[in-house]
T-cell receptor, first 112, second 119 residues
Framework: DGGITQSPKYLFRKEGQNVTLSCEQN?????MYWYRQDPGQGLRLIYY???????QKGDIAEGYSVSREKKESFPLTVTSAQKNPTAFYLC???????????FGPGTRLTVL | GENVEQHPSTLSVQEGDSAVIKCTYS??????FPWYKQELGKRPQLIID?????GEKKDQRIAVTLNKTAKHFSLHITETQPEDSAVYFC??????????????????FGQGTILTVHP
């Protein structure tokens, strides 16, 4: 069954802790993306990667980090430097940057 | 960078009516314009897209028009049904250059439109 998956679905974090969100795809897509979704603000790009071992900052990269060691995986770490991390995080992938992006089911992160 | 403005933020129509959502973009180099539908609690899904070399595209009850000169594009839904109720996002994609001449691109999304279709 092909697709893009994210885990966990819900995540709770204490202030000052780093947390890593998982994103895996078996669609053989080169490009992968991380978005943050807040009410009334649409989807904002955090980081994106077009090829393995390379990635670019998006519009709101501060307080986040990523890695792209494998084509299938693009984990996102929310660090303690992110001042307002409570949000819904969506991962996406596409064949290339100018093709349809397929989204994962999302991870809802809540900072306690 | 690219800026995408989407209007209206909410839209309420009666079943069977048409709905129109409009977006403007700032960067004339943008060349790919997708529309996504997000139902409550679900992931966004592509419903239609258009590239800069085309002025209009239609898929059953859904159509998108693009005016490159004015830098705006619109989503048209005809004969709306209650199941069309969702949040709709427009986006614009711009190409960028990475290290070593690699091509990159990213989508900039509008703020979203909450469409409600009343039976």
């Amino acid at each position: 069954d092909g697709g893009i998956t994210q885990s966990p679905k819900y995540l709770f974090r204490k202030e000052g802790q780093n947390v890593t969100l998982s994103c895996e795809q078996n669609l053989n897509h080169d490009a992968m993306y991380w978005y943050r979704q807040d009410p009334g603000q649409g989807l904002r790009l955090i980081y994106y990667s077009q090829i393995v071992n390379d990635f670019q900052k998006g519009d709101i990269a501060e307080g986040y980090s990523v890695s792209r060691e494998k084509k299938e995986s693009f984990p996102l770490t929310v660090t303690s430097a992110q001042k307002n991390p409570t949000a819904f995080y969506l991962c996406a992938s596409s064949i290339t940057w100018v093709n349809e992006q397929f989204f994962g089911p999302g991870t809802r992160l809540t900072v306690l | 960078g690219e800026n995408v403005e989407q209007h209206p933020s909410t839209l309420s129509v009666q079943e069977g009516d048409s709905a129109v959502i409009k977006c403007t973009y700032s960067d004339s180099a943008s060349n790919y314009f997708p529309w996504y539908k997000q139902e409550l609690g679900k992931r966004p899904q592509l419903i239609i897209d258009i590239r800069s070399n085309v002025g209009e595209k239609k898929d059953q009850r859904i159509a998108v028009t693009l005016n490159k000169t004015a830098k705006h594009f619109s989503l048209h839904i005809t004969e709306t049904q209650p199941e069309d109720s969702a949040v709709y996002f427009c986006a614009a994609s711009i190409r960028a250059r990475g290290a070593g001449g690699t091509s990159y691109g990213k989508l900039t999304f509008g703020q979203g439109t909450i469409l409600t279709v009343h039976p």
